[in-house]
């Protein structure tokens, strides 16, 4: 097949939409379609979008806008919307934006190359089943390009908890774990294109029930795949975080040092109010449980400020929280109204509280985050190098506990872990030197 098409995808929200984004462009790979970097020159592009906060929308509304004119000059140009808005606003996007040929939720992305040929017919194309044919299991030829040293795969999907703010158990439906024969093959196919680091993705990724054991038994099933030097995952909820799992933070070599837990609140009248199902003392007894398994875990979180009826003793206690568990990175937002959740209904913080909290929190968070990174220096760390520097000669990679790391090298080759003692901490780096 002639490979003289080409796709733009721009890719909203998070690391699974990343994978996503990937995975369709392999599917239109074998309808003869290239990636390319810019919207200009393609014949196809695609917003795979998030619907996690209010704003992502509306982002990908007033994206669409500035593809008009490529519209009005290229009219065989087709433009998709896939991901979790096209899943919740699907027939809202086609009426608002007439010139979105297609739209294709987050489950039905295997079906893209059927409906791209649909818009192609002069049809608008619209796909927002949770259909019973399983969307990995289609997708499973990637293309044997070779690949950088890291990757994401994710591993589950959807969400069974029902977080009172969170749209993603309607957008990307109810919780489901990939065989784990299928992600092991998949997993090693990578490693021999290249890859040294798995990131394991899911929306709940340690309610993972695919292999015997849990998240824990396939991290160990993964760890005997000799050139896999290292395995991440995320994003977990607390209560998924078994015994197994713990140990395995003790025990798995490869599993690195940073988890990424998030606990929303800080305050137990607002966890309880978000649905959580867990109160903050649980959550503090947890990580303690990890790092006597770990100690030199870094932790990250997300945080939600002015979550509707939060008050500034309910925030207090979020601070509180933080200043207790010290956090090497985090991602904190202010509440966003997402229609059709419980939370939206409730009496809603004004935006100028929000906004206040959230300056409050993310200077102590960047403190922290900052000051733990200071610690770094001095000592050595092992780091997963990835590509070159901004500057010539120097090679950038990542610490175990995800700190990007700048080194000064002619010869350090990408995929390779080597040792460097830190010597200085900048603004969102490290930088070092190699230990002999
Ligand atoms: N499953 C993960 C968990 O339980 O923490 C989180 C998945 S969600 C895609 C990522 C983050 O977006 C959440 O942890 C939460 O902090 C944030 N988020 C979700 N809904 C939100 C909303 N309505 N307003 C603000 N932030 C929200
Ligand atoms: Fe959303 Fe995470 Fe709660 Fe599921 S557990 S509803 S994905 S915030």
């Known amino acids: 097949m002639p490979q003289d098409k080409k796709l733009y995808i721009k890719t909203y929200g998070c690391q699974m939409n990343v994978y996503d984004s990937e995975r369709m462009a392999e599917a239109m790979g074998g309808q003869g379609y290239v990636t390319t970097d810019s919207p200009d020159d393609a014949d196809m592009i695609l917003l795979n979008t998030c619907h996690i906060r209010e704003k992502a929308a509306e982002k990908v509304y007033s994206e669409l806008g500035r593809y008009k004119h490529l519209k009005a000059e290229k009219p065989d140009l087709k433009i998709g919307v896939a991901g979790c808005v096209a899943q919740a606003e699907g027939q809202e996007i086609m009426r608002r934006q007439p010139m979105v040929d297609l739209v294709v939720g987050p489950q039905s992305y295997h079906r893209l190359p059927q409906l791209e040929a649909r818009a192609r017919a002069g049809e608008k194309?619209?796909?927002?089943?949770?259909?019973e044919d399983d969307k990995f299991e289609t997708l499973k030829h990637r293309p044997k390009a070779k690949r950088g040293p890291t990757a994401f795969l994710t591993v589950q999907e959807g969400c069974d908890k029902f977080c009172a703010f969170c749209v993603v158990p309607y957008t990307r439906g109810a919780e489901v774990s990939r065989p784990a024969d299928r992600i092991l093959s998949e997993a090693r196919d990578l490693v021999e294109r290249g890859v040294r680091e798995l990131t394991l993705l899911g929306q709940n990724v340690n309610a993972y029930h695919g292999h015997e054991g849990g998240l824990a038994g396939l991290i160990k099933a993964l760890s005997e795949i000799e050139d896999l030097k290292?395995?991440?995952?995320t994003t977990s909820h607390p209560n998924d975080m078994d015994d197994a799992l713990i140990a395995a933070h003790g025990e798995c070599e490869k599993l690195m040092p940073y988890l990424h837990l998030p606990v929303q609140a800080g305050s137990d009248r607002i966890l309880k109010r978000m649905n959580r199902q867990h109160t903050a003392e649980q959550y503090v007894r947890l990580i303690e449980r990890l790092r006597a398994a770990r100690p030199d875990l870094h932790l990250s979180g997300d945080f939600i400020v002015g979550f509707p009826e939060e008050t500034e003793e309910d925030f207090q206690a979020t601070l509180d929280l933080i200043e207790e568990v010290r956090y090497g990175s985090a991602f904190s937002f202010k509440y966003s109204t997402r229609p059709g959740t419980p939370a939206a209904e409730r009496d809603q913080v004004d935006e100028a509280v929000?906004?206040?909290?959230?300056?409050?929190?993310?200077?102590?968070l960047t403190r922290q985050q900052r000051a733990l990174q200071d610690e770094m220096v001095g000592r050595t760390v092992k780091v997963l190098f990835e590509k070159p520097g901004r500057f010539a000669g120097q090679m950038v990679g990542?610490?175990?506990?995800?700190?990007?790391?700048?080194?000064?090298?002619?010869?350090?080759?990408?995929?390779?872990?080597?040792?460097?003692?830190?010597?200085?901490?900048?603004?969102?780096?490290?930088?070092?030197r190699l230990v002999a």
Request: hydrophobic share 35%; charged share 30%; net charge negative.
């Open 125 to 131: 194309a619209l796909d927002t089943d949770f259909p």
């Open 230 to 233: 290292r395995i991440r995952f």
């Open 354 to 364: 929000k906004d206040d909290r959230l300056k409050r929190l993310q200077a102590l």
């Open 398 to 432: 990542k610490s175990e506990y995800l700190h990007a790391v700048h080194v000064e090298s002619d010869t350090i080759l990408p995929g390779s872990v080597h040792s460097v003692r830190i010597e200085d901490s900048g603004a969102n780096s490290l930088s070092g």
